[in-house]
């Protein structure tokens, strides 16, 4: 859950400066001098990480070819990689691949987000895998 938070936090903050630039967000200052800034709106177009974590992803041609399974950050909070998870049955014999966060296009349907991106499932299963270490709490080179 703490990591949802988080990813939602840094997903806002991948918005380019256009777009928020677009924004009127109105701001107050914390009690104490230096405090955080409170915000009193919120992006109007911004998309949220509870929409793309955990969703299915499809292919062109509409067909299921994995699910997002994690999202990387770079160290100034911008998504850049979408770990997706191919293959298997009930989480055996997955593989979890990396593809660019930019190649991944999200859309509204039916009040709900769908994610494609171009490429099939055969082609991500192809990719070189990721696994993640819980030592190191990052992704690392796992299964090809």
Known sequence: MLKSYALAGALVATLSAAALAEQ????????????????????????????????????????????????????????????????????????????????IMATERDSKWWLTVNATKDELKKATGFRFDKNKGSWTLGAK
């Open 24 to 103: 009127t967000m109105n701001r107050t200052t914390g009690a104490t001098t230096g405090g955080p800034e409170f915000l009193t709106t919120l992006p109007q177009n911004a998309l949220l990480v509870s929409n793309i974590h955990e969703q299915n992803v499809y292919d062109p041609r509409e067909s299921k070819i994995g699910e997002v399974k994690d999202l990387v950050l770079d160290r100034s909070g911008k998504i850049t990689v979408a770990i997706i998870s191919v293959g298997g049955f009930l989480g055996i014999g997955e593989k979890d691949v990396a593809v660019a966060f930019s190649d």
